[in-house]
């Protein structure tokens, strides 16, 4: 479904922040993201610019064994990962808790639901930021999106990517958590502004 340019760069975000977190970027993606081009995001010297900056600054220099082996340190392990970005150990300290019931409650009324063969919980930020694309891509309305946004990622992100960026391990994934951050504030204040409108 053809959605706006403005709408089209949001769901690219998300797919891109979706992708970063469900595995390391291989040398290929490093190649892409080396050569983007800026984001604009307003105004100068917005977070949202300097993050992507950052990241693109990056993704040119690096070899993609070093991302790599941040993300396995980060997010894999033997036993339980250091890190485990998931919607419900954030909210109530447990994995596969009631706000993962509550999220598949959503997604099936969105339509959605894991993919064949998936192994990471709907409520990976992977998952949520998919979700999230799949919802702009698919044209559903705003004010659903919102919803989803504020119940099932507003409460939990930050505190999950300052766990990231505070890991001696994170480099590469210190910058694509400062990334994921600055877009997901400009979303939850697009967001806002939108419910005022629709109060006021």
């Known amino acids: 479904m053809a959605v706006e340019p403005e709408e089209q760069a949001r769901a690219d975000m998300y797919a891109l922040l979706a992708r970063m977190w469900l595995a390391a970027p291989d040398a290929p993606m490093l190649s892409t993201l080396a050569g983007a081009d800026a984001i604009v995001a307003g105004q100068s010297g917005h977070p949202l610019d300097r993050a992507w900056e950052r990241l693109v600054l990056a993704a040119g220099v690096m070899d993609a064994a070093a991302p790599a082996a941040e993300f396995d340190a980060l997010f894999i392990?033997?036993?339980?990962?250091k890190l485990n970005p998931y919607a419900s150990l954030y909210l109530t300290g447990f994995i596969n808790e009631k706000p993962l019931a509550a999220l598949r409650a959503d997604l099936a009324?969105?339509?959605?639901g894991r993919a064949p063969g998936q192994r990471e919980m709907e409520d990976h930020l992977a998952a949520l930021c998919e979700a999230m694309r799949?919802?702009?891509?698919?044209?559903?309305?705003l004010a659903r999106?919102?919803?989803?946004?504020?119940t099932h990622l507003a409460p939990w992100y930050r505190r999950c990517l300052n766990d990231i960026r505070a890991a001696p391990e994170a480099n590469f994934y210190r910058l694509v958590a400062d990334l994921a951050e600055a877009?997901?504030?400009v979303e939850a204040a697009a967001f806002a502004l939108d419910d005022a409108c629709e109060a006021a």
């Open 145 to 150: 999106q919102r919803q989803f946004f504020e």
């Open 134 to 141: 799949l919802m702009i891509t698919n044209a559903t309305p």
């Open 77 to 81: 392990s033997v036993g339980t990962p």
């Open 109 to 112: 009324r969105l339509g959605l």
């Open 183 to 185: 877009f997901l504030d």
